[in-house]
Structure formats: C-alpha cells, structure tokens
C-alpha cells in the first residue's frame, strides 16, 4: 500500500468513528488523552505550503488547536522556511519542495498558503495525496482551473475549505453587519427582484487596486541566495527577477494574481452570491470602465466594473481610484421595494426590524474539523468557492479585453470571444500542467 492510501485509509477510519457516536462533536473521533485533550493518535495532522505572513498565520492557527498536529512546512524561501520550522517545533519537518513533503510525510490536512498562480497545482496534488485542503484565496488564479480542483475533490472523496469567512462567521467588512441578517431579508422576498448591489469604497469595500498594481521597465535585480527562484515561478513564464514580482506584492503581476480585485474579490463577493442566491450560476454578462489597453504583465488600475445575472440582478464594483465615480449616497443594496445602506441602515425603516422577525437561513458547517472527521462538505467548499472565484476573473478578464463579454454559466466559458477565453485556460511552463 503507498503511502497516499495508507494516509487515505487513517483518515477513513477516523471519520467512521467520529460517525459512529452519538452525536457530531468538536472532538469525537477517538479517546481523549489524561488532560481532556485528544490522545496523539487521534490528532489530525497538518502541513502547510508557504511560509510566509499568511502562511505563518495558519501555523499559529494549528499550533494553537488541540486537536491538532504541525507535522511539517514548506517554502522555497530558506529563511522562511527556517522561521517557519523554529515555530513548528522538533516534531515538525521542513521541505522546499511540496511534492517530497506530499509523498513523506504522514498529512490529513493540507494548507494551501501559496501565491494563486500554485494554488491549482497544489490543491490537486494534495488531494490526489489523500490529504483534505484547506486553501488560501483566491480558488485558482485563473477562471478554468478551479474545475481540476473541485474534480480532484470528487474522485479522491476529500473535503475543500477556501479560506474566506464572510457567509460563515459574520463580519462583513465596511458594511459593519453580518450576513445573516442581509441573507434574512433578501429571503424574505422584502426588498423586491432583481436585486443591485454594490461593493464599493462608498459603501466600505477598499478594493486596493493601487496598492496592487505592478511595476514595469523595472530593471533586473540579483537573486537573493535564499530563494530558489525558479521553484517559486513554477507554472509561470520565466521572466527577469526584481524583488516587487515575489513575496507580498506578486498580486501586481498577471502571470501570478489579478490585482486588489483577486486579493479581495472572494472576500466580498463571496457573500454576494451567498445572498443572491447565486452558488450555482454566475453572471451572463460582464462590462468594465478601465483604461485600455491594459499591461500584458503589470495590473493596472480600473473604475468600474458591472456584471449582469440571467435573472437581472445586477453587481456593481467601484474602485473609487481611477475615472469618475458614481454617487457616494447610494446603497449596498437595492431592490424595487427597498434599499439597504451601510450600517443596515434600510430604506424603509420598518424593514429593520422585519429582519428580527424573519427565520434563519439553512446551517452550514464552519468547523472545518468536522467536515474532515465527517467527510461532509465544508460551508465555503470547491463547489460554491469556484463560482465566486468566477466572479473574480469575470472582472478582470472584462478589464483586461476592454470590451463587454457575455459568458455562458453552464460551459463557464465566454460566448463567441476566443480572445477572453484565451484567459479561461492559460498554458503552464513545462513540465507542469493539470490533469
């Protein structure tokens, strides 16, 4: 038996003993050491790929769950890596390649902590390992490659976690409410059909996009000895290293991310489509105010983008950092019967308190330990999490074509346009590729 099935099969036999008690728990899955924590063998075992300040938020995450194990790290930064193992401890090993680590290593649960332009490779990899993944993100850096990923979670019977939390926990950003009660209303049927919506500065959505954008005619720098450049570009083309492409700031370089809009985009558009009701189709057509033509290497900025469901639901995205803007007074939301503002501040007044009246929207699981032990899907999960991963690359692919694009939501492909399609599937550098 390989390794990957010998993983597989511990981690089988675990979620068939957490089923088999009385009732779903945090921590049912074996006998509790002496100190009421699990015993060593009942931990789940975690790895992380990418040390860096998010990655180093994971880790401190696991060390500080009792439930859990830190049994290695990877990076291909070595001083990363090394601070990285100094926090994980004796007991944790360090790798520069995640593909060694995969195969070594005895992991139930992978993280994903890596620049979006690994996320695909390294999310299929870990599934196809039999680890279950808890990925950073957003879901893939392009829109076509986030079906490998939910197609690696089918065949392999794992569970996917995208690390964004709005539709789970509540705190929403500069709104200064929680979803439930937006999820409430709109349920409700109270404020009409279609619906608009609008994630904007006006209306406390800081979308980054200068503080994303790449440099270009940037002259060449040395290779710092500590990074292994190459194993950092991958997948992405070769192109001269400065130190602005890597670490925090690759999210202003198109061969790696998409810009503010892909840093922030699942975090507020993910509970967009939560509200709407969304978490099977996307948009059908998609227009951008940006300047054009944009860089083929450095994000640049943009104004505005608006993005048009079958239904006539409408998503309206402001930068509020280049061109004209719309006007600051308008609402998040806004449908024929009634708007919401900022602070749930609503329009008419009464439907404030029709909220506290209104049932609950449907449970999902927010504990991702229970989703491993159980092998039941995670609330934000491969399958909803690519289409608001969609959403994302709609935008830019928008801004990026200059032109309005209309997209068909079943083939998740663009409708008559090689040339946006030509972004839906993007070639790798050999020898990597999905499968």
């Known amino acids: 038996m390989s390794h990957a099935e010998i993983s597989l099969s511990r981690r089988r036999f675990l979620g068939k003993s957490a089923l088999a008690g009385a009732a779903i728990t945090i921590l049912p899955r074996g006998v509790l050491g002496a100190d009421g924590q699990p015993a060593a063998n009942d931990r789940i075992n975690h790895a992380v790929i990418g040390c860096g300040g998010m990655g180093n938020g994971h880790i401190d995450m696991i060390k500080s769950d009792p439930s859990a194990k830190l049994v290695a790290v990877c990076d291909v930064d070595a001083n990363r890596l090394a601070a990285a193992k100094a926090k994980g401890g004796d007991d944790c090993k360090a790798y520069r390649d995640f593909r060694e680590m995969l195969a070594s290593e005895d992991i139930d649960c992978c993280h994903v902590v890596t620049p979006p332009h690994w996320h695909a490779l390294q999310n299929v990899a870990a599934l196809d390992a039999g680890c279950d993944v808890w990925a950073e993100k957003p879901m893939t850096r392009t829109l076509g490659e986030g079906r490998y990923v939910a197609e690696a979670v089918r065949r392999n019977g794992r569970v996917f976690r995208l690390n964004t939390w709005f539709r789970l926990y509540g705190g929403f950003y500069g709104l200064g409410t929680a979803v439930k009660p937006l999820k409430k209303l709109v349920m409700s049927g109270a404020l009409g059909w279609p619906l608009t919506v609008r994630v904007s500065a006006h209306t406390g959505f800081n979308w980054k ?227």
């Open 209 to 435: 996009a200068s503080m994303w954008s790449g440099k270009i005619n940037v002259p060449p720098e040395p290779i710092p000895p500590e990074l292994d450049y190459d194993r950092w570009l991958g997948p992405a083309p070769v192109k001269p290293y400065f130190s602005h492409r890597v670490h925090g700031s690759f999210r202003g370089y198109w061969d790696y991310d998409g810009g503010g809009l892909a840093d922030m985009g699942q975090h507020y558009l993910d509970p967009v489509q939560y509200l709407l009701d969304k978490d099977d189709t996307s948009p059908v057509e998609v227009e951008a105010y940006a300047p054009w033509p944009q860089h083929d290497d450095a994000v640049g900025p943009w104004g505005r983008v608006w993005m048009k469901y079958a239904d006539g639901c409408t998503l309206i995205l402001e930068s509020c950092e280049w061109g004209d803007q719309e006007t600051k007074d308008k609402p998040y939301i806004e449908g024929p019967n009634g708007k919401v503002y900022p602070g749930f501040r609503t329009d008419p007044p009464e439907l404030a308190e029709l909220v506290k009246r209104l049932p609950d929207p449907e449970p999902m699981i927010s504990d991702f330990n229970v989703s491993m032990r159980t092998l039941r899907k995670f609330g934000l999960n491969e399958l909803n999490g690519n289409r608001s991963n969609a959403l994302i690359h709609l935008a830019n692919a928008a801004i990026r074509t200059g032109r309005k694009l209309h997209f068909d939501p079943v083939k998740m492909e663009f409708i008559n346009d090689d040339g946006a399609n030509r972004l839906v599937y993007q070639p790798m550098r050999a020898p990597w590729r999905l499968c």
